[in-house]
């Protein structure tokens, strides 16, 4: 099977190669522009394998990438390259609309030019729907319309739509899937559960928006992997799937969550949740995210609520034990 990845580097991106290359028989090119928020150290243990390579590319280079498609002719395109940090979006829009739209279009094109027996899985997120009013309302399906209320969930609602026309006009092969926020290993440190991490092993102030009443669904990156791959295999070719475990906690209650933690691990003369700063909400700060699964659990369920909480524990430990790597990247961000 031969498999390229878009955004290889990225968080989400490794851990999809890591388990991809487990497979002897997949081939698998990694695409990735090495940005800011790459990070090749984190397939440091696979990049020597022999159903392993890479290629440095801005997919916004329709030319280099169009010949790359072509001559690897690939079966699957797992789609993950994009600008995701919705602070950067609201500051500096139209590097999301060049990664997230332009790129998105010239992999399409790729692939009705060149390579039309290719599958493109389409990894998206569950922020194209907008927002919930409050924590009765019911959850996404994947009959909900786009709400966008930021510039990066405009440009993956925009994506969303590319490539579902994509298939409807040029009957391209493409799965579409939208997922909740993402946990674990080796995410980069401007997300929420890093920073958090990184304040308290440095004990200063955690910053938190607004009231911190914010309600997000959180899943493991591994576990959404592994529904990746699986719907590479067994999802219906045009269909678009929400992905996500059912764990939903309020910003300040998951915050409070990870500082009791650290309580019991390195205790100090002050607990923890004294770090704690409320500072300005940002623009357009949704309330709450939440996506009905029943289309996907119909032929892959898991139950992914109960283990939040260990594997919430697994990834503190993970960035204890690599705080090194944590405050590299903290540094590198600030210089950039």
């Given at each position: 099977m031969k498999i390229v990845v878009t955004g290889g580097y990225g968080f989400?991106?490794?851990c999809l190669i890591r388990k991809l290359i487990l497979?002897?028989?997949n081939l698998v090119l990694n695409l990735d522009a090495l940005k800011y928020c790459s990070m090749p150290e984190s397939l440091e243990e696979v990049k020597r394998s022999k159903n392993y390579s890479f290629k440095k590319i801005d997919l916004y280079d329709f030319n280099k990438l169009k010949k790359i498609i072509k001559k690897f002719r690939p079966n699957i395109i797992f789609h993950l390259a994009a600008e995701s940090h919705v602070d950067n979006s609201i500051l500096n829009s139209y590097d999301f609309i060049k990664s997230n739209i332009i790129g998105t279009y010239n992999v399409l094109k790729s692939i009705?030019?060149?390579?039309r027996q290719t599958l493109l899985l389409h990894v998206s997120t569950d922020e194209v729907y907008?927002?919930?009013?409050n924590k009765k309302e019911n959850s996404f399906t994947e009959e909900s319309k786009f709400y966008p209320n930021s510039p990066y969930s405009a440009t993956k609602a925009s994506s969303d739509l590319l490539v579902n026309a994509w298939n409807k006009t040029y009957n391209l092969q493409v799965i579409i899937?939208?997922?909740v926020n993402n946990f674990g290993k080796w995410q980069f440190p401007e997300k929420l559960i890093p920073v958090v991490i990184d304040s308290c092993l440095k004990f200063k102030k955690i910053p938190v928006y607004g009231n911190g009443k914010n309600i997000r669904e959180w899943i493991d990156v591994e576990n959404h992997v592994e529904y990746l791959i699986h719907l590479s295999k067994f999802g219906k070719i045009g269909e678009t799937y929400n992905i996500g475990s059912g764990y939903e906690i309020e910003n300040i209650l998951l915050i409070k969550k990870i500082c009791k933690y650290f309580d019991n691990k390195f205790p100090k003369k002050k607990p923890y949740q004294s770090l704690i700063k409320f500072v300005n909400d940002r623009p357009g700060h949704d309330l709450r995210y939440s996506v009905n699964t029943s289309k996907i659990n119909k032929f892959f369920k898991k139950n992914y609520y109960e283990e939040f909480d260990d594997k919430l524990y697994e990834t503190i430990d993970w960035h204890i034990n690599n705080r090194r790597?944590?405050?590299?990247?903290?540094?590198?961000?600030?210089?950039k």
């Amino acid at each position: 099977m031969k498999i390229v990845v878009t955004g290889g580097y990225g968080f989400i991106g490794s851990c999809l190669i890591r388990k991809l290359i487990l497979n002897k028989k997949n081939l698998v090119l990694n695409l990735d522009a090495l940005k800011y928020c790459s990070m090749p150290e984190s397939l440091e243990e696979v990049k020597r394998s022999k159903n392993y390579s890479f290629k440095k590319i801005d997919l916004y280079d329709f030319n280099k990438l169009k010949k790359i498609i072509k001559k690897f002719r690939p079966n699957i395109i797992f789609h993950l390259a994009a600008e995701s940090h919705v602070d950067n979006s609201i500051l500096n829009s139209y590097d999301f609309i060049k990664s997230n739209i332009i790129g998105t279009y010239n992999v399409l094109k790729s692939i009705q030019l060149y390579s039309r027996q290719t599958l493109l899985l389409h990894v998206s997120t569950d922020e194209v729907y907008g927002s919930l009013k409050n924590k009765k309302e019911n959850s996404f399906t994947e009959e909900s319309k786009f709400y966008p209320n930021s510039p990066y969930s405009a440009t993956k609602a925009s994506s969303d739509l590319l490539v579902n026309a994509w298939n409807k006009t040029y009957n391209l092969q493409v799965i579409i899937t939208n997922c909740v926020n993402n946990f674990g290993k080796w995410q980069f440190p401007e997300k929420l559960i890093p920073v958090v991490i990184d304040s308290c092993l440095k004990f200063k102030k955690i910053p938190v928006y607004g009231n911190g009443k914010n309600i997000r669904e959180w899943i493991d990156v591994e576990n959404h992997v592994e529904y990746l791959i699986h719907l590479s295999k067994f999802g219906k070719i045009g269909e678009t799937y929400n992905i996500g475990s059912g764990y939903e906690i309020e910003n300040i209650l998951l915050i409070k969550k990870i500082c009791k933690y650290f309580d019991n691990k390195f205790p100090k003369k002050k607990p923890y949740q004294s770090l704690i700063k409320f500072v300005n909400d940002r623009p357009g700060h949704d309330l709450r995210y939440s996506v009905n699964t029943s289309k996907i659990n119909k032929f892959f369920k898991k139950n992914y609520y109960e283990e939040f909480d260990d594997k919430l524990y697994e990834t503190i430990d993970w960035h204890i034990n690599n705080r090194r790597w944590l405050q590299n990247k903290i540094k590198y961000k600030k210089i950039k």
